[in-house]
């Protein structure tokens, strides 16, 4: 059954224009029913020719949609609130911030009134399908959630968390597809120096992580659990496993998120 919510994403840039993508691909959302905005409006274009309305005034794409999407940066937000706070009714509208780093509370006051807010934490896969979405709302907002996640369940998985381990779901979950993409090029630059050409090795590469991903997702084993079926005695992939933990591996990928989760709490400073 198509969901019958009218959505605003105001701020369609990256992952604006991802969750649009994904939601009509899912088949559950028309594009005429999904407002997209964003200041430079000529590049939208290719939007618009897949039937997404295109608006660079947030205020009729506020006063058209039930659902409102934020997803522009975190400095942007701000502006935004203030030029369309007024629009925004209780009863009628439900906020869904993706903007990393602004807490339920900054978004309450930003907005002014009893308009209720979700922050989600999707990522670009969302554009497929893939996406792990994560969720928080008040408690007062129950039903806002329940809302949220039939939209983000159609383009993937969803988790509900408390909204204090937003940054982290920002670091592992948003920021993770990049650091997954980097682990793929990495394989796929080693796969070059071993012998095939690049589109060769990046084939192998991105079709072995989506393997060992599934491997995981379809039986619900620990990672060293598959991994112990792989490392034959004196065999080639423990020597090459345990030359990478030599390197730092584990380490890298753990100090790159603890990173990018304290950068995600500092992102926003009200002005
Ligand atoms: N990228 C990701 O993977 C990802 C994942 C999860 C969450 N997030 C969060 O999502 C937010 C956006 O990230 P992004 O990577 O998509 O950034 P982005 O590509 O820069 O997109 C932000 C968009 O907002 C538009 N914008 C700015 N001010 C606006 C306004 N007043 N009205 C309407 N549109 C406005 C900008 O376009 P104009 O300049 O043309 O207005 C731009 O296209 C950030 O807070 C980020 O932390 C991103």
Redesign the pocket.
Known sequence: MENSNRIAI???????LSIANGLIQSGQFKAGDITL????IS?LEEAKSKGFIIQSD?IKAVNNSEIIIV????Q?IN??FN?ISDDLTPGKHTVIS???GVSIKQLKTLIKKDIPVVRA????AIAIQESMTCLAASKEDDRAVYDAKAIFNTVGKTLEIDEEQMNAA?ALA?CG?AFFLRAVRAASQGGIEIGFHSDDALAIAAQTARGAASLLLSKENHPEYEVDKVTTPRGCTISGLNQMEHEGFSSAMIKGITTSAEKAEK?YTIE
């Open positions: 105001l701020g369609a840039g990256n992952i604006g905005t964003r200041r430079k590049l947030n997803a522009v940066e975190p942007q502006s935004l030029e993706v903007v990393s934490m999707p990522n670009t920002t948003a597809v992102l």
